[in-house]
């Protein structure tokens, strides 16, 4: 098979399988208090140690806390990081891709 050499964005997406968005906050936390973290975040502990667990995404609104609270992120870092998440978990869970939908050539009567 032949290559160009040139790998896309979303072919370099689709070649591992990325972190779990509370994975990275937990490496981004690092020795932070949980509990603290999540008083300064407007949650409950429980919220915030799901998402830490992996229980847990990462909803619209929780991304712009985190991007309020935590230095050099962004509302998009955390929702893109947690959209890459869903879509490899998805694509992995599916056992078949569904059929392509064809166009009939049938003309209007």
Do not use: C
């Not at 936390?29 to 973290?37: A, F, K, N, R």
């Amino acid at each position: 098979m032949w290559t160009t050499g040139i790998i896309t964005k979303e072919m370099a997406m689709a070649m591992h399988n990325p972190a779990h968005p509370g994975e990275v906050l937990r490496d981004y936390i690092g020795e932070m208090d949980v509990t603290s973290l999540a008083a300064r975040l407007k949650v409950a502990r429980t919220t915030l140690s799901r998402i830490l667990n992996g229980h847990a995404g990462i909803s619209a609104p929780m991304a712009i806390r985190l991007a309020g609270v935590l230095p050099n992120t962004s509302p998009e870092f955390w929702l893109r990081m947690q959209m890459n998440y869903d879509l490899w978990q998805a694509r992995k869970s599916m056992k078949r891709p569904a059929k392509p939908v064809t166009r009939s050539t049938r003309t209007a009567a």
